[in-house]
């Protein structure tokens, strides 16, 4: 976090400067220049929040699930928390207070790091806290980026799971663990997969690839084989980030996406997309997948997603 240009310090100019408005109080002797702070996403808030409370504790902090998944810049769905969630030994006791929530596990299995300074759980074992407490969603998301980033692997949560026996949230992160995948290629991908599954849509192929009739080649987000329908999840960045552009204009990757487009939907029945805002609607996807020609199938049918979401978890 220290790149976000966090000054630290809890002395008498800082706090002048804070008094003038030129930066931001985050928390006791953590200072953000406010410009900077206004151009920050919630993801960037939550860090500095993170780095500015375990900072001041440095001697005790152990930074734990969604406080340690944002140092690993795992992503999250939904609103960030207003607590830092710290691990302490089992007699240490749980108690909260302020922005600070203590989580008495014990450090077994933690394989601590040091992430800016600041001693944080393991990527697996952060991974498998999300999954322990997050809602399923966003769990799955964290998931899924750390699977794609080779950050971890499957082998190693199921290990993992397996070492720290039962314990609350366990059920839990076993569904988490097992629905994951290092396929979806971003949060949206993963949100919509979560989605299909409450919805009971047939699991669809992955990353599956094509080949057009001159010589063209590319990877669907989501092939249903059973309707020969290919879905795809966009949003902005396919047309914005330099990272996607590749060094074309926004005009001229929208025009490779048609053409990309037109001979994919040659070799299918159906074709569709969606953005952020239907992967996260259960109502607003089931009907898009159902006016692509995707049915539903009862949750026994061989097409069906292997696991489910927990009952309690509410449709979004």
């Known amino acids: 976090m220290r790149d976000r240009s966090l000054l630290v310090g809890d002395d008498s100019a800082l706090r002048?400067?804070?008094s003038r408005g030129e930066l931001l109080r985050v928390s006791h002797?953590?200072?953000?220049?406010?410009?900077?702070?206004?151009?920050?996403?919630?993801?960037?808030?939550?860090?500095?929040?993170?780095?500015?409370?375990?900072?001041?504790?440095?001697?005790?902090?152990?930074?734990?699930g969604v406080s340690a998944a944002a140092l690993w810049r795992l992503p999250a769905i939904g609103a960030w928390p207003t607590q830092v969630h710290l691990l302490t030994e089992k007699a240490g006791g749980g108690r909260s207070h302020d922005h600070i929530r203590r989580h008495a596990l014990g450090f077994e299995h933690a394989d601590l790091t040091i992430i800016d300074g600041l001693r944080v759980t393991g990527v697996a074992r952060t991974v498998i806290d999300m999954a322990a407490s997050a809602p399923f969603m966003s769990a799955v998301a964290a998931a899924d980026f750390a699977l794609h980033n080779e950050m971890t692997n499957q082998a190693e949560l199921r290990a993992l799971l397996s070492a720290l026996g039962r314990f609350r949230g366990s059920a839990r992160a076993a569904r988490v663990v097992d629905f994951a995948t290092p396929?979806?290629?971003?949060?949206?991908?993963?949100?919509?997969?979560?989605?299909?599954?409450?919805?009971?849509?047939?699991?669809?192929e992955l990353q599956k690839e094509f080949w057009g009739p001159n010589g063209e080649h590319a990877f669907v987000d989501y092939w249903f084989r059973g309707a020969k329908t290919i879905g795809e999840v966009d949003g902005r960045a396919k047309y914005e980030d330099p990272a996607f552009l590749r060094g074309r204009t926004p005009e001229q990757a929208l025009w490779d996406e048609k053409l990309r487009e037109d001979w994919l939907r040659l070799q299918s029945d159906g074709f569709g997309r969606w953005g952020w805002s239907i992967a996260v609607s259960p109502r607003r996807l089931t009907q898009r997948l159902l006016e692509m020609g995707v049915p539903q199938v009862p949750p026994n049918h061989p097409d069906a997603f292997r696991i489910r979401p927990l009952d309690s978890e509410k449709r979004q």
């Open 29 to 64: 002797g953590v200072y953000a220049p406010e410009q900077e702070w206004d151009g920050w996403n919630a993801a960037d808030r939550y860090r500095a929040l993170v780095f500015g409370v375990a900072n001041s504790r440095r001697a005790e902090a152990v930074l734990w």
């Open 183 to 204: 396929l979806s290629e971003s949060v949206a991908e993963s949100a919509s997969r979560v989605t299909m599954a409450r919805c009971r849509f047939p699991q669809p």
């Open 16 to 18: 002048r400067r804070a």
